[in-house]
């Protein structure tokens, strides 16, 4: 599926919202973006088209990868293999012109924030034949220049520590506007250079890349745009509200510096909303297999989710079929070392439907006690984006066994056998 095959695609279902008037990139858009919380396309905004909230919830993924909400997990674990394919090509070159980004709608999402910023803009970086594609954000430095958070020591970082220490700039194209499928597996923790393939694998065929005139090799877009990190200027990063809905800290980030840009002649930019639905799926989503896989080896897991009131990145809910007494501990055990950004996991029964955050609080309420089913780890490495954080990065985190205790039958939940009819 394209990224205008899904916009196409949402239209028809009738989940797309459209706006004609003219707007502006500076916080009317996010605004608008925020309070429609779902597929929104501005067809006028400084005179281009702009598209927010696209994966906006776990419908909208399950759409694009083709199966119900509740299997995501099994759909992203049974994936095979899959390789990329090389074309000449591309509608992403319908016009090519020096870099200019005044010319795109990127958008200032918030009143602190410290200048626009691209949000759905997918690095693709390669050096030594070694080929990384993330998701960073990229604060507007100038026209031709953007300043990029990398953070330590993920590979876009390394690569470019790699290409620094020999004094060299990092060749980067900048991919916005991409398939659905391809921007969820750049979000995705994978073996380096593996991006492009494990996109392929979950769309069944190959994702066809282009040269840029660089030597990086870009996926189809609505936008590409071609330059540097330059090897040691840096510049004031942020502020910047992150997936917590708080401003993150200033930092010192590597400078890009463009060369090119090219884009179809009637691009769609894409905009991803600080803290909005579809910014926490992508960033939570893809540890969800993982979190189920290291569950799977101590207890019969049935369902894991991050769920959107934790950020869809702090909190997990593990679903189990509990068949031993320690079961529970051990599940919060295996999560908290799958995903480490993780603060709170709380285990529930497989008859707690864990997509209604009523029906796990309900099991908050009749199933823990807090002196025998919490479980406190403090001062341990916490998320760098929990604003709750002590001053040296540390945290206390937290499980809570909220499963029944076994063969007990005053914890068993009355049932109906008509209910299931
Ligand atoms: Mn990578």
Do not use: W
């Amino acid at each position: 599926m394209s990224f205008r095959g899904f916009i196409q695609q949402l239209a028809e279902a009738g989940k797309l919202m459209e706006v004609h008037e003219p707007v502006s990139p500076k916080l009317e858009v996010p605004a608008m973006a925020k309070k429609a919380g779902q597929p929104i396309l501005f067809h006028n905004v400084n005179g281009t088209k702009a598209v927010m909230n696209l994966l906006n919830s776990r419908d909208a993924l399950a759409m694009v990868l083709d199966t119900p909400p509740q299997d995501i997990i099994s759909r992203l674990i049974n994936v095979g293999n899959g390789s990329t394919t090389i074309v000449d090509n591309s509608p992403t070159k319908e016009v090519i012109s020096k870099p200019d980004l005044s010319k795109l709608p990127i958008m200032t999402h918030f009143d602190k924030d410290g200048a626009p910023y691209i949000t759905a803009g997918v690095l693709v970086s390669e050096f030594e034949g070694v080929m990384n594609a993330s998701v960073h954000r990229l604060m507007v430095l100038s026209k031709t220049e953007l300043i990029a958070r990398l953070v330590a020591p993920r590979h876009t970082y390394l690569l470019h520590k790699k290409a620094s220490e020999q004094g060299k700039p990092l060749p980067i194209a900048i991919a916005i506007g991409i398939d659905p499928i391809t921007l969820f597996a750049t979000c995705t923790r994978v073996p380096p250079g593996e991006e492009f393939n494990y996109a392929s694998a979950l769309k069944g065929v190959p994702v066809e890349l282009f040269r840029c005139e660089n030597g990086v090799h870009v996926p189809h877009a609505e936008i590409v745009l071609e330059g540097y990190i330059h090897p040691t200027r840096r510049a004031p990063e942020g502020p910047f509200v992150d997936i917590t809905g708080t401003y993150d800290l200033v930092r010192t980030e590597p400078v890009i510096e463009l060369t090119r840009m090219m884009h179809r002649r009637d691009f769609i930019y894409h905009g991803i909303l600080p803290a909005g639905g579809e910014h926490k799926l992508l960033m939570g989503v893809p540890y969800e297999p993982k979190i189920y896989e290291a569950v799977s080896k101590v207890a019969k897991v049935k369902n894991v989710i991050l769920p959107e009131g934790g950020c869809c990145y702090l909190h997990a809910l593990v679903q189990i079929e509990k068949q031993k007494e320690e079961d529970g501990k051990n599940a919060i055990l295996a999560a908290l070392s799958a995903h480490h950004s993780l603060k709170h996991v709380m285990v529930v029964d497989d008859d707690i439907n864990i997509f209604d955050p009523n029906d796990v609080e309900y099991a908050m309420a009749t199933r823990v006690r807090g002196d025998r089913d919490i479980m406190m780890l403090p001062h341990v490495r916490g998320s760098s984006l929990d604003p709750c954080n002590a001053p040296d990065g540390t945290t206390t985190k937290m499980g809570i066994d909220a499963t029944k205790p076994l063969g007990e039958e005053k914890f068993e939940r009355a049932t109906n056998r008509f209910e299931k009819a």
